[in-house]
């Protein structure tokens, strides 16, 4: 027996909304279904999230792309949170996360959830944290009854899914630290958990009580996000010891959630060098056994502050191409500041910039025929054409605004070489008369 029949909720989700799902993947009813059932798919919807619109994760679906944003100790605009939401739908992403750590996070989540139609992920530990940061005292303080309370909070408040930092072992962390990486440990719920683990000399508490966590994600149809804690934050990182004993993990903990019922996808690397991208996407999908694979980035180089979107979207392309799932944006902020909303709308754009060149590569026949279109388009200068498959057709057009009633591009003008070998509108050339005699 498969997910779907241990899971009600998530059966009934997909009896209704199958037939739809399976045409906007141009997958038929039996594929997805199968995908589903078998956990190479996750179907993102929590039924408390009343205007959620339901969101299939896992190839051969369509690469999909998700949206960071929230507030910060230091940036906190809950109305810049709100703007960036709904650029961030506006652009395309197909999932948002809100990873707030400042502010009334409760109220915060509520109003996110209530106005986002893309599903909602979180990262639960962030709430339980801050709780004891805003009160002066140490983010791992928190008692393990606390944590899965605020993990059975929030689903019942509608999160669809929560990045659970399971795999975080007490060896793992300890592999991590200690002058054994060049940067240690970079991910905020990882190093919140290894902090927990160090001062108690204890194992980590959601791998220790995975079954409980288990009970209450089965509840709510809540995917769970299997963190990765450990992911490399320095190239020079990428593929140790650290990072591959959680994997192993989360892939023992993916076939017990399974055999739950409960849905999983797995959180893949942070930085990685171009040529052990492949080696790194196919490693991942084999020890966690094909489980959707939701990625950050991952970024090629470490030296490209302010240039980031693109460094995760070259290694974006190339980890979906091998069978990531699931683009998790970076911006040109990364590293370096909380982002704006001009910072989501690059971000998103240059996560599907990856996810079209890879299912482009991939053969997918819908990304093959929109390349196709626009260069059609472009061979009869039609700029309102090429703007209809653009990724960003407001950038097309505003690039284009002073020089709108051309019909060439103002970088080569008369010079254009489609009219130069096409004749597109030229005028016929009079024929030269004869000497006379």
């Given at each position: 027996?498969?997910?779907?029949?241990?899971?009600?909720?998530?059966?009934?989700?997909?009896?209704?909304?199958?037939?739809?799902?399976?045409?906007?993947?141009?997958?038929?009813?039996?594929?997805?279904?199968?995908?589903?059932?078998?956990?190479?798919?996750?179907?993102?919807?929590?039924?408390?999230?009343?205007?959620?619109?339901?969101?299939?994760?896992?190839?051969?679906?369509?690469?999909?792309?998700?949206?960071?944003?929230?507030?910060?100790?230091?940036?906190?605009?809950?109305?810049?949170?709100?703007?960036?939401?709904?650029?961030?739908?506006?652009?395309?992403?197909?999932?948002?996360?809100?990873?707030?750590?400042?502010?009334?996070?409760?109220?915060?989540?509520?109003?996110?959830?209530?106005?986002?139609?893309?599903?909602?992920?979180?990262?639960?530990?962030?709430?339980?944290?801050?709780?004891?940061?805003?009160?002066?005292?140490?983010?791992?303080?928190?008692?393990?009854?606390?944590?899965?309370?605020?993990?059975?909070?929030?689903?019942?408040?509608?999160?669809?899914?929560?990045?659970?930092?399971?795999?975080?072992?007490?060896?793992?962390?300890?592999?991590?630290?200690?002058?054994?990486?060049?940067?240690?440990?970079?991910?905020?719920?990882?190093?919140?958990?290894?902090?927990?683990?160090?001062?108690?000399?204890?194992?980590?508490?959601?791998?220790?009580?995975?079954?409980?966590?288990?009970?209450?994600?089965?509840?709510?149809?809540?995917?769970?996000?299997?963190?990765?804690?450990?992911?490399?934050?320095?190239?020079?990182?990428?593929?140790?010891?650290?990072?591959?004993?959680?994997?192993?993990?989360?892939?023992?903990?993916?076939?017990?959630?399974?055999?739950?019922?409960?849905?999983?996808?797995?959180?893949?690397?942070?930085?990685?060098?171009?040529?052990?991208?492949?080696?790194?996407?196919?490693?991942?999908?084999?020890?966690?056994?094909?489980?959707?694979?939701?990625?950050?980035?991952?970024?090629?180089?470490?030296?490209?502050?302010?240039?980031?979107?693109?460094?995760?979207?070259?290694?974006?392309?190339?980890?979906?191409?091998?069978?990531?799932?699931?683009?998790?944006?970076?911006?040109?902020?990364?590293?370096?500041?909380?982002?704006?909303?001009?910072?989501?709308?690059?971000?998103?754009?240059?996560?599907?910039?990856?996810?079209?060149?890879?299912?482009?590569?991939?053969?997918?026949?819908?990304?093959?025929?929109?390349?196709?279109?626009?260069?059609?388009?472009?061979?009869?200068?039609?700029?309102?054409?090429?703007?209809?498959?653009?990724?960003?057709?407001?950038?097309?057009?505003?690039?284009?605004?002073?020089?709108?009633?051309?019909?060439?591009?103002?970088?080569?003008?008369?010079?254009?070489?489609?009219?130069?070998v096409t004749g597109i509108d030229d005028a016929p050339v009079p024929a030269r008369g004869g000497k006379k005699g």
């Open positions: 027996m498969g997910i779907l029949g241990k899971n009600t909720t998530l059966s009934q989700l997909l009896a209704t909304h199958a037939a739809a799902l399976a045409t906007a993947e141009r997958l038929d009813v039996a594929a997805l279904t199968g995908g589903i059932d078998a956990g190479r798919m996750a179907l993102l919807a929590n039924p408390a999230h009343l205007s959620v619109i339901p969101t299939v994760v896992g190839q051969p679906a369509t690469i999909k792309v998700n949206a960071n944003i929230g507030t910060s100790v230091l940036i906190n605009d809950v109305k810049m949170e709100m703007q960036k939401l709904r650029l961030a739908q506006k652009a395309g992403a197909h999932t948002v996360m809100d990873l707030s750590t400042a502010g009334d996070l409760h109220a915060i989540r509520k109003e996110i959830i209530a106005a986002s139609e893309l599903p909602v992920g979180t990262v639960p530990l962030y709430g339980l944290a801050q709780k004891y940061v805003a009160r002066g005292q140490d983010p791992s303080d928190f008692s393990v009854e606390e944590f899965l309370e605020e993990i059975a909070r929030q689903a019942e408040e509608g999160v669809d899914f929560m990045t659970l930092h399971c795999g975080v072992t007490a060896r793992g962390a300890a592999m991590a630290q200690g002058g054994r990486r060049v940067l240690g440990i970079v991910s905020r719920g990882g190093s919140i958990l290894a902090r927990w683990m160090k001062r108690r000399n204890a194992e980590n508490p959601l791998l220790e009580r995975f079954d409980d966590v288990l009970d209450i994600c089965l509840r709510h149809n809540v995917t769970i996000s299997l963190g990765d804690g450990l992911r490399p934050g320095a190239g020079a990182d990428a593929g140790d010891g650290a990072q591959w004993e959680e994997v192993v993990t989360l892939g023992e903990l993916t076939l017990r959630a399974w055999e739950r019922g409960v849905q999983i996808m797995i959180e893949g690397p942070g930085h990685v060098p171009l040529h052990l991208v492949q080696s790194q996407i196919e490693g991942i999908k084999r020890l966690t056994h094909y489980a959707p694979l939701y990625v950050l980035g991952p970024l090629t180089t470490d030296c490209a502050p302010g240039y980031d979107h693109i460094a995760g979207a070259i290694g974006g392309a190339l980890a979906a191409t091998y069978g990531a799932d699931f683009l998790c944006y970076l911006t040109p902020a990364e590293h370096l500041t909380l982002p704006g909303p001009e910072d989501v709308w690059a971000g998103v754009k240059a996560s599907l910039v990856a996810a079209q060149s890879a299912e482009t590569a991939l053969g997918r026949p819908h990304a093959v025929a929109r390349d196709r279109a626009i260069s059609e388009a472009r061979a009869k200068l039609d700029w309102d054409a090429m703007a209809q498959v653009a990724i960003d057709p407001d950038l097309l057009r505003k690039r284009r605004e002073h020089h709108r009633d051309e019909r060439e591009c103002a970088m080569c003008g008369t010079f254009c070489a489609i009219r130069m």
